[in-house]
């Protein structure tokens, strides 16, 4: 099933397909009615435009849980078979309300394997378990299992009533039911109990006979396959797959006998076992029924993206399937021929597909998209399969570092340096980062979108500490033993250079324009000039098929000559950089270029007004000599001026851009030869103004959009992204850190602990990627345990001890002499090295443990088993229970050993085993823990372009007030989206939720939660159900749930969010305080006061953290503190509250501001209503008084206590002060609040 299947799916859904351009226009949709063969359903109806395809309608059919049973047929009209590859509107005499039939076809052995294939896939459920999978859990979403059984209605806006907040109505049960909101989230939690992942069983089993394959004399039969099926009632049944459909034959496990068994025969195997096993039919219904209650986004495959694999996984027990090792052959055959391709031609054949209209470059791109992903995952299965050992290397007699492999038609390398290229500029450290680099080159070339020169496809795969690089095959190039091949650049260091003319003439016009790249001069070995754009060690190749290639890109940008300087050599306080491929962003030389073209135009711009200026300044002198029309001269100047100031204008937009020159030369501050001259010398000073451009500019502008929340990133993927898209290196890290330490500004600290995180983080992969290279996989978990105990258990054992493989000592091992202190030493002095930085103590016994965790568990690949890891010491008490468990277990054993007895030996064996059952962690992690060890992958992958400058254009249309234009272009851009990218993607996820958010604010309730699950189902399957936008994807969806009415099922979706925001990042993060008052105003809205203020007690405590107390925010959030007192009828603390938000109020905003009035309003009534609560306490303790003086009997002084306070409460006027909520300061406040948070999330 594939996305472009579903296309008739969403057609049916409007607001989500809507065009608008005038090259495709919006056109009329066909209801067809298609007539089904003999069955209970006699029909159904299908929506489709003209533009579907066949066999995408076919596809419908076959996906609808009433014609599941259907897969091999075809569609008929007025008699006669439609052919699957035609266009609906392209079909003979059809019309928009058309009837088609459905015919039953015959079977081949190919449509045979196809139905068994899509029998089992249904049985499966959406979460059938895959062991040949690379990871465990692939894509999950947990939509559903968080949503639950829906009990509310939507309700609109005019409908609300405010009334049911003064409910007397017991306080529903909710997510936050009996919960500490405070307590931290349990690893153990991380798949919601709630997820359901098994299908009920249908089928004890289903799988292939021993008979196959089918004998000559029975394929003239008719007979193509045989089948073993079990049911649940334990019948066992060989099954025929014939051409004219299935039926049981005589058979047994001992005897062929291909006569049929009985009369029953079927076209479909689903309504053979159907008749055969009332079980099946019973259990068949309810997968469907599982399946159907699943979003649609759910259960389709991902296969335009890398599916996301969890880093902490449950474990499961295998199942039993004898059909699974057969798998290969039902998908691919008997020979296979399916999985051979040649990704090469693929790949640079779709390239070159027209792109003339907007309907050929969606399908180019689509295409171009999905082979690229098809590609990833063959690359991906075969790098495992070289680091296994499973590839036998082109050149098998060179060093193991230095070998080649082809697999399935993709070749192989490492990413190491070992032919000697790198070895002046860091060796294998400088070949590790040039692989990335090239990687990079490829998707800048990509992204251009070239015509006459091509890229290979390119996947990067870490594996087990080993970096393997896959890439297509260019035709011939095994073939050719000369260099002739390489035509332009150098393939021996610039000893030779070469520059084929039409090679070079293709580079200035695809490359160097949009890349900004200068033409210079290289000397080589014999002394020769060569013109070439890109640097020495990049290569064009002509290959067998006439296509130049262009490959080695990882020098497409100029050297960080400032860093290279100030670090590349070794001072007292640090030691040199490992390398010196510490090359500039693609970001930052196009931020530059800007900015330099920016100051030009500014020049440009200020030269003419002073021209202009200095003209009509000429103009009055000569005015100011003619006396005799001095008036005339007046109004004639008036005129003149504003004519000059219009031209003025007019003349600031008529400059030649095309006079600003600025040009990067990638071969400048290396080892390539260049002629010394004026131009190199003002080439040299580009790159070093761009290099301290970065260190002046753009490094303390991050720091200041971090402290003004223009980017709040939640972990260190976030932070990584946030400064690549500024065209800041990782290496910056360290000096990051630095500048935010230094403001102590606590605004900012959330930022310090992040940066300082990721580089332990990437320094713990840095050293997991050298221990691990040399081990088996069954060693690798052993060292990765004991690794994460140094790193993250020494609270729990301060001395843990390697669990080492039989027969070997600490010594085989450069891991097992890590201890926790020796690695806190080696970690200080790696991010000293990697990142300029001195770890601190601090920084060290700040560190957090389950986000660093996670985070090595992402970057390293390890998939960890979700349980509950102890992290903190062991209390006293613990610590005595511990010690006496180990002794009685010691003298359980001693006492084995020395009874003779038979009968005592049983009786201990049974209390040992018991003690053994359950045994005690001595240390936080076991090797068991390590559930999975899967590759970390990078890729080219391909961008839209047109979607997302149409995405672009749409957000401005509605940042200038344009909404409707607005929402046109967005909506064409999520139709771009969907059919470039497919629906599971995560730029179509930010689609939805870009759209969401605006039906939202136009108050279409349906539309924005429709589009917002969407945009939660595509990011938990693509980028993880804990990632940053996963989570904020879920708070926006409970935002539009409260909106909606439905505040119950909104708590459920901010639970579920707030649990993976606590995993992410713990607290103290500045955006946690909105997600707390959102939380906290959907519980009021419930009734429950009391778990509501905890929430805003929570919000209120982080704003005085961040802010401090006299900040206007943190008034804010105690001014909503205080309502919130008060409606829980704590009027001592609402006073306090507000008294603090008042103080602040005034001194900050003065009295005048409504925030002020409002605040004074609330403190008076509070204030009265606490002089009424003193006085009329008064009373009725001088009333207690003089009844005792009295000695009154007539009541017990325990019931009058009770009466006291009860009567206390009851003359309070809290009518007055709910009606005063009612009348607009809370419901505006709140609403206020709500809208500031979700304009602070945008």
């Given at each position: 099933m594939t996305e472009e299947d579903h296309q008739v799916k969403v057609d049916q859904q409007p607001e989500s397909t809507v065009n608008t351009t005038e090259e495709v226009p919006v056109e009329e949709a066909y209801q067809l009615t298609v007539k089904l063969p003999g069955g209970k359903l006699p029909e159904i109806k299908i929506l489709a435009s003209p533009r579907e395809a066949i066999h995408d309608i076919k596809q419908s059919i076959m996906e609808s849980p009433e014609t599941c049973a259907h897969s091999c047929f075809y569609l008929s009209f007025?008699?006669?078979?439609?052919?699957?590859?035609?266009?609906?509107?392209?079909?003979?005499?059809?019309?928009?309300?058309?009837?088609?039939?459905?015919?039953?076809?015959?079977?081949?052995?190919?449509?045979?394997?196809?139905?068994i294939t899509r029998l089992r896939d249904l049985l499966g459920g959406p979460y059938k378990q895959n062991p040949s999978s690379i990871g465990i859990d692939p894509s999950l979403s947990f939509l559903t299992a968080v949503t639950g059984e829906i009990d509310e209605e939507i309700t609109a806006e005019s409908e609300k009533k405010m009334e049911d907040i003064f409910s007397d109505e017991p306080i529903p049960e909710h997510a936050f039911t009996n919960v500490d909101v405070d307590a931290p989230s349990k690893l153990s939690e991380f798949v919601p109990k709630s997820f359901q992942r098994t299908a009920p069983q249908c089928l004890k089993s289903l799988s292939l006979s021993g008979w196959n394959p089918v004998t000559h004399s029975r394929r003239l039969a008719g007979d193509l396959l045989y089948l073993n099926v079990v049911t649940l009632e334990n019948e066992t049944l060989c099954i025929t797959a014939a051409t004219t459909g299935f039926f049981v034959n005589s058979s047994t496990a001992t005897e062929f006998n291909p006569r049929p068994r009985s009369g029953k025969r079927a076209h479909s195997l689903i309504r053979l076992l159907q008749t055969l096993s009332p079980q099946f039919a019973n259990n068949f219904a309810k997968v469907q029924d599982f399946i159907t209650q699943h979003h649609m986004l759910e259960v389709l495959p991902v296969n335009t993206y890398f599916p996301h694999h969890p880093w902490a996984v449950q474990s499961t027990e295998p199942t039993f399937d004898l059909a699974r090792p057969a798998e290969p052959y039902l998908n691919y055959g008997p020979d296979a021929v399916d999985s051979l391709r040649d990704w090469n031609d693929e790949l640079q054949s779709h390239r070159e597909l027209p792109k003339s209209n907007l309907q050929e470059r969606v399908l180019r791109e689509r295409l171009i998209t999905k082979v690229q992903s098809e590609f990833t995952e063959a690359a991906v299965r075969g790098a495992i399969a070289v680091v296994n050992g499973s590839v036998i290397p082109l050149n098998p007699l060179e060093p193991e570092e230095s070998h080649m492999y082809v697999y399935n038609n993709i070749f192989f390398s490492k990413g190491n340096d070992g032919r000697g290229t790198f070895e002046t500029l860091g060796a294998d450290e400088a070949a590790h980062v040039a692989t990335g680099k090239d990687l990079e080159g490829v998707k800048i070339l990509n992204s251009i979108d070239m015509d006459g020169l091509y890229t290979l496809g390119s996947v990067i795969v870490d594996y087990k500490g080993i970096r393997v690089v896959a890439q297509s095959i260019v035709p011939g190039i095994f073939r050719r033993q000369d260099e002739n091949s390489i035509v332009y650049g150098s393939v021996d260091n610039g000893t030779t250079i070469t520059a084929d003319k039409t090679f070079h003439e293709a580079i200035e016009q695809n490359v160097a324009k949009p890349l900004h790249l200068s033409q210079h001069s290289l000397v080589d070995g014999q002394g020769e000039s060569t013109n070439l754009y890109t640097s020495l060690e990049t290569k064009g190749l002509l290959g067998a098929d006439g296509r130049r290639y262009l490959l080695d890109l990882y020098r497409l940008n100029p050297v960080d000559i400032e860093f290279q300087d100030a670090e590349c050599v070794a001072t007292k306080h640090k030691p040199a950089y490992p390398h010196k491929m510490t090359l500039l962003r693609p970001e930052l030389m196009s931020m530059y270029w800007e900015h330099m073209f920016r100051q030009w135009y500014k020049a440009k711009v200020d030269a003419i007004r002073k021209e202009r200026a200095d003209a009509i300044g000429a103009v009055e002198q000569e005015e100011k000599k003619d006396e005799s029309l001095?008036?005339?001269?007046?109004?004639?100047?008036?005129?003149?001026?504003?004519?000059?100031?219009?031209?003025?204008?007019e003349e600031d937009f008529k400059i030649d851009v095309n006079e600003f020159q600025l040009a990067f030369n990638p071969d400048v501050f290396t080892t390539a030869k260049q002629k010394e001259d004026d131009h190199i010398k003002e080439q040299e000073k580009v790159i070093r103004d761009a290099s301290k451009f970065l260190n002046d500019e753009i490094i303390p502008t991050l720091v200041l959009d971090f402290a003004s929340y223009a980017i709040s990133p939640l972990d260190g993927d976030a932070l990584t992204k946030a400064m690549h898209r500024r065209g800041i290196n990782m290496r910056y890290l360290g000096k990051l850190a630095n500048l935010v330490s230094l403001s102590e500004d606590k605004r900012i600290h959330h930022i310090h602990s992040l940066a300082v995180q990721e580089m332990i983080v990437r320094v713990n992969k840095k050293l997991l990627r050298k221990y691990l290279a040399t081990l088996d996989l069954e060693e690798s978990r052993l060292c990765l345990s004991h690794y994460l105990n140094c790193l993250l258990g020494e609270a729990v054992n301060a001395k843990p001890a390697p669990v080492l493989p039989a027969g070997k000592t600490k010594n085989d091992y450069s891991w097992a002499h890590l201890t926790p202190s020796s690695l806190q030493r080696l970690l200080k002095e790696q991010v000293l090295l990697w990142f300029r930085y001195s770890l601190t103590d601090d920084d060290w016994t700040q560190r957090k443990s389950i986000p660093i965790l996670r985070e090595t568990c992402l970057r390293v690949g390890i998939q960890l088993e979700a349980r509950d890891y102890r992290f903190h010491p062991y209390t006293p008490e613990e610590v005595a229970a511990n010690a006496a468990a180990d002794a009685q277990l010691e003298t359980l054993l001693s006492r084995q050993q020395q009874q003779k007895s038979s009968r005592k030996t049983k009786k201990h064996q049974q209390a040992v085993d018991s003690l053994l059952m359950t045994p005690r962690r001595k240390t936080t992690f076991v090797p068991d823990d390590i559930l999975n060890i899967m590759p970390t992958v990078k890729q080219a992958s391909s961008r839209s372009l047109f979607a997302e400058e149409t995405f672009e254009a749409g957000k401005m249309s509605l940042a200038q007030g344009h909404r409707q234009l607005g929402l046109e272009l967005l909506l064409e851009s999520l139709t771009l989206h969907e059919q470039t990218y497919g629906f599971l993607h995560p730029e179509t996820s930010k689609c939805y939720a870009t759209l969401a958010m605006i039906y939202h604010h136009g108050e279409d309730r349906e539309a924005a939660l429709d589009l917002q699950r969407k945009a939660v189902i595509a990011a938990e399957r693509t980028l993880g159900v804990d990632h940053p936008e996963t989570v904020h994807h879920y708070l926006n969806l409970g935002l539009f749930e409260h909106a909606a009415g439905r505040s119950k099922l909104a708590l459920r979706y901010l639970r579920h969010a707030l649990y993976y925001w606590d995993l992410l990042f713990g607290t103290g993060h500045p955006d946690s305080a909105t997600a707390d008052n959102n939380a906290g105003v959907m519980l009021q809205s419930l009734r429950d006061y009391k778990t509501s203020t905890k929430f805003f007690e929570r919000a209120c405590a982080t704003q005085e953290y961040i802010f401090g107390k006299e900040h206007v925010l943190t008034a804010s959030g105690y001014h909503v503190l205080?309502?919130?007192?008060?409606?829980?009828?704590?009027?001592?603390?609402?006073?306090?509250?507000?008294?603090?938000?008042?103080?602040?109020?005034?001194?900050?905003?003065?009295?005048?501001?409504?925030?002020?009035k409002e605040s004074d309003a609330w403190l008076k009534e509070l204030t009265s209503n606490a002089l009424l609560t003193a006085q009329r306490s008064r009373e009725l303790q001088q009333q207690q008084q003089q009844e005792q003086q009295e000695k009154s009997l007539s009541s017990d002084p325990s019931k009058q206590s009770n009466k006291t306070s009860q009567v206390a409460k009851g003359e309070l006027p809290i009518d007055q002060v709910l009606q005063y909520i009612n009348n607009g300061s809370s419901g505006s406040s709140s609403r206020k609040s709500s809208k500031k948070s979700n304009q602070k999330r945008r």
């Amino acid at each position: 099933m594939t996305e472009e299947d579903h296309q008739v799916k969403v057609d049916q859904q409007p607001e989500s397909t809507v065009n608008t351009t005038e090259e495709v226009p919006v056109e009329e949709a066909y209801q067809l009615t298609v007539k089904l063969p003999g069955g209970k359903l006699p029909e159904i109806k299908i929506l489709a435009s003209p533009r579907e395809a066949i066999h995408d309608i076919k596809q419908s059919i076959m996906e609808s849980p009433e014609t599941c049973a259907h897969s091999c047929f075809y569609l008929s009209f007025n008699g006669k078979r439609i052919n699957d590859f035609m266009e609906l509107g392209e079909v003979e005499g059809i019309t928009t309300e058309s009837e088609l039939h459905l015919v039953e076809d015959t079977y081949t052995e190919r449509d045979v394997r196809l139905h068994i294939t899509r029998l089992r896939d249904l049985l499966g459920g959406p979460y059938k378990q895959n062991p040949s999978s690379i990871g465990i859990d692939p894509s999950l979403s947990f939509l559903t299992a968080v949503t639950g059984e829906i009990d509310e209605e939507i309700t609109a806006e005019s409908e609300k009533k405010m009334e049911d907040i003064f409910s007397d109505e017991p306080i529903p049960e909710h997510a936050f039911t009996n919960v500490d909101v405070d307590a931290p989230s349990k690893l153990s939690e991380f798949v919601p109990k709630s997820f359901q992942r098994t299908a009920p069983q249908c089928l004890k089993s289903l799988s292939l006979s021993g008979w196959n394959p089918v004998t000559h004399s029975r394929r003239l039969a008719g007979d193509l396959l045989y089948l073993n099926v079990v049911t649940l009632e334990n019948e066992t049944l060989c099954i025929t797959a014939a051409t004219t459909g299935f039926f049981v034959n005589s058979s047994t496990a001992t005897e062929f006998n291909p006569r049929p068994r009985s009369g029953k025969r079927a076209h479909s195997l689903i309504r053979l076992l159907q008749t055969l096993s009332p079980q099946f039919a019973n259990n068949f219904a309810k997968v469907q029924d599982f399946i159907t209650q699943h979003h649609m986004l759910e259960v389709l495959p991902v296969n335009t993206y890398f599916p996301h694999h969890p880093w902490a996984v449950q474990s499961t027990e295998p199942t039993f399937d004898l059909a699974r090792p057969a798998e290969p052959y039902l998908n691919y055959g008997p020979d296979a021929v399916d999985s051979l391709r040649d990704w090469n031609d693929e790949l640079q054949s779709h390239r070159e597909l027209p792109k003339s209209n907007l309907q050929e470059r969606v399908l180019r791109e689509r295409l171009i998209t999905k082979v690229q992903s098809e590609f990833t995952e063959a690359a991906v299965r075969g790098a495992i399969a070289v680091v296994n050992g499973s590839v036998i290397p082109l050149n098998p007699l060179e060093p193991e570092e230095s070998h080649m492999y082809v697999y399935n038609n993709i070749f192989f390398s490492k990413g190491n340096d070992g032919r000697g290229t790198f070895e002046t500029l860091g060796a294998d450290e400088a070949a590790h980062v040039a692989t990335g680099k090239d990687l990079e080159g490829v998707k800048i070339l990509n992204s251009i979108d070239m015509d006459g020169l091509y890229t290979l496809g390119s996947v990067i795969v870490d594996y087990k500490g080993i970096r393997v690089v896959a890439q297509s095959i260019v035709p011939g190039i095994f073939r050719r033993q000369d260099e002739n091949s390489i035509v332009y650049g150098s393939v021996d260091n610039g000893t030779t250079i070469t520059a084929d003319k039409t090679f070079h003439e293709a580079i200035e016009q695809n490359v160097a324009k949009p890349l900004h790249l200068s033409q210079h001069s290289l000397v080589d070995g014999q002394g020769e000039s060569t013109n070439l754009y890109t640097s020495l060690e990049t290569k064009g190749l002509l290959g067998a098929d006439g296509r130049r290639y262009l490959l080695d890109l990882y020098r497409l940008n100029p050297v960080d000559i400032e860093f290279q300087d100030a670090e590349c050599v070794a001072t007292k306080h640090k030691p040199a950089y490992p390398h010196k491929m510490t090359l500039l962003r693609p970001e930052l030389m196009s931020m530059y270029w800007e900015h330099m073209f920016r100051q030009w135009y500014k020049a440009k711009v200020d030269a003419i007004r002073k021209e202009r200026a200095d003209a009509i300044g000429a103009v009055e002198q000569e005015e100011k000599k003619d006396e005799s029309l001095e008036q005339q001269q007046q109004q004639q100047n008036g005129v003149d001026k504003t004519q000059q100031q219009e031209e003025e204008q007019e003349e600031d937009f008529k400059i030649d851009v095309n006079e600003f020159q600025l040009a990067f030369n990638p071969d400048v501050f290396t080892t390539a030869k260049q002629k010394e001259d004026d131009h190199i010398k003002e080439q040299e000073k580009v790159i070093r103004d761009a290099s301290k451009f970065l260190n002046d500019e753009i490094i303390p502008t991050l720091v200041l959009d971090f402290a003004s929340y223009a980017i709040s990133p939640l972990d260190g993927d976030a932070l990584t992204k946030a400064m690549h898209r500024r065209g800041i290196n990782m290496r910056y890290l360290g000096k990051l850190a630095n500048l935010v330490s230094l403001s102590e500004d606590k605004r900012i600290h959330h930022i310090h602990s992040l940066a300082v995180q990721e580089m332990i983080v990437r320094v713990n992969k840095k050293l997991l990627r050298k221990y691990l290279a040399t081990l088996d996989l069954e060693e690798s978990r052993l060292c990765l345990s004991h690794y994460l105990n140094c790193l993250l258990g020494e609270a729990v054992n301060a001395k843990p001890a390697p669990v080492l493989p039989a027969g070997k000592t600490k010594n085989d091992y450069s891991w097992a002499h890590l201890t926790p202190s020796s690695l806190q030493r080696l970690l200080k002095e790696q991010v000293l090295l990697w990142f300029r930085y001195s770890l601190t103590d601090d920084d060290w016994t700040q560190r957090k443990s389950i986000p660093i965790l996670r985070e090595t568990c992402l970057r390293v690949g390890i998939q960890l088993e979700a349980r509950d890891y102890r992290f903190h010491p062991y209390t006293p008490e613990e610590v005595a229970a511990n010690a006496a468990a180990d002794a009685q277990l010691e003298t359980l054993l001693s006492r084995q050993q020395q009874q003779k007895s038979s009968r005592k030996t049983k009786k201990h064996q049974q209390a040992v085993d018991s003690l053994l059952m359950t045994p005690r962690r001595k240390t936080t992690f076991v090797p068991d823990d390590i559930l999975n060890i899967m590759p970390t992958v990078k890729q080219a992958s391909s961008r839209s372009l047109f979607a997302e400058e149409t995405f672009e254009a749409g957000k401005m249309s509605l940042a200038q007030g344009h909404r409707q234009l607005g929402l046109e272009l967005l909506l064409e851009s999520l139709t771009l989206h969907e059919q470039t990218y497919g629906f599971l993607h995560p730029e179509t996820s930010k689609c939805y939720a870009t759209l969401a958010m605006i039906y939202h604010h136009g108050e279409d309730r349906e539309a924005a939660l429709d589009l917002q699950r969407k945009a939660v189902i595509a990011a938990e399957r693509t980028l993880g159900v804990d990632h940053p936008e996963t989570v904020h994807h879920y708070l926006n969806l409970g935002l539009f749930e409260h909106a909606a009415g439905r505040s119950k099922l909104a708590l459920r979706y901010l639970r579920h969010a707030l649990y993976y925001w606590d995993l992410l990042f713990g607290t103290g993060h500045p955006d946690s305080a909105t997600a707390d008052n959102n939380a906290g105003v959907m519980l009021q809205s419930l009734r429950d006061y009391k778990t509501s203020t905890k929430f805003f007690e929570r919000a209120c405590a982080t704003q005085e953290y961040i802010f401090g107390k006299e900040h206007v925010l943190t008034a804010s959030g105690y001014h909503v503190l205080a309502k919130s007192y008060t409606l829980l009828g704590d009027f001592s603390q609402a006073l306090s509250a507000e008294r603090l938000a008042y103080g602040v109020f005034e001194a900050k905003l003065g009295k005048d501001d409504y925030r002020t009035k409002e605040s004074d309003a609330w403190l008076k009534e509070l204030t009265s209503n606490a002089l009424l609560t003193a006085q009329r306490s008064r009373e009725l303790q001088q009333q207690q008084q003089q009844e005792q003086q009295e000695k009154s009997l007539s009541s017990d002084p325990s019931k009058q206590s009770n009466k006291t306070s009860q009567v206390a409460k009851g003359e309070l006027p809290i009518d007055q002060v709910l009606q005063y909520i009612n009348n607009g300061s809370s419901g505006s406040s709140s609403r206020k609040s709500s809208k500031k948070s979700n304009q602070k999330r945008r």
